[in-house]
């Protein structure tokens, strides 16, 4: 048993670290193919698909990393959650290009931690085996939305130069990426890697107080 839990503990780890990478990769990719691109071009479309892309495979990863291979995955939902996260992200930017400006910035994130709160229930919900839209707030998912807001208005203050990191800040060099690219990263990095480790945590105890609750009790159990 000792082993299982082991196995299942380590399997989970790298599922977050997955997860992290991911979506990493995909707003750092996204985020480098738009941000001097037209808003109708052909460069801005590819950006959006490889922020979609990104997106669909961090929801599957999400179902996987909590449920392994043992639930079926509900895959329009995984779609729809990955569709909407894409449209809040690109929404988000173009918020912050419209403000302008640290308050600009600073506004559109908080507007991205309010859209993300029913964006990470809805995902809490399908990963936990509940109807999706049995909730669209919950305490613990409004926590993990201002942490990834958070990361994400430091990562775009730092990225475009807004915020200034100073070059010894950084002592082994990256070829190819400026200082402020590579601190940028990092703190987008550690919030979305916190997010990802809270959101499977949760998931998995909420689903072992409602078995526990069940075996407990004589009014039966609540669907998972």
Do not use: C
Not at 12 to 33: M, P, Q
Not at 120 to 137: E, Q, Y
Not at 170 to 188: D, E, I, K, R
């Amino acid at each position: 048993m000792m082993i299982r839990d082991a196995i299942r503990t380590t399997v989970r780890g790298v599922g977050v670290i997955l997860l992290t990478v991911v979506e990493v990769t995909a707003l750092s990719v996204w985020l480098g193919l738009v941000g001097d691109a037209s808003l109708f071009s052909t460069v801005a479309a590819v950006g959006i698909a490889a922020l979609s892309a990104g997106m669909l495979l961090e929801a599957l990863l999400a179902h996987v990393t909590v449920n392994g291979w043992g639930r079926p995955i509900p895959a329009q939902t995984v779609a729809v959650l990955a569709l909407a996260e894409t449209v809040l992200w690109v929404g988000w930017l173009a918020a912050v290009y419209w403000a302008d400006g640290v308050l600009g910035v600073v506004g559109a994130g908080l507007a991205l931690a309010i859209a993300l709160v029913p964006r990470h229930t809805v995902g809490d919900n399908a990963v936990r085996g509940r109807g999706p839209l049995s909730s669209l707030v919950q305490r613990a998912t409004i926590g993990l939305a201002v942490l990834e807001a958070a990361g994400a208005t430091a990562w775009l203050l730092v990225v475009s130069g807004t915020v200034a990191v100073p070059g010894w800040f950084v002592s082994l060099p990256v070829a190819g990426f400026s200082t402020n690219a590579v601190v940028g990263a990092g703190l987008l990095t550690v919030a979305v890697f916190a997010r990802h480790l809270l959101a499977v945590r949760h998931a998995l105890r909420a689903n072992r107080a409602v078995r526990d609750t069940g075996w407990r009790s004589s009014r039966g159990t609540m669907k998972e």
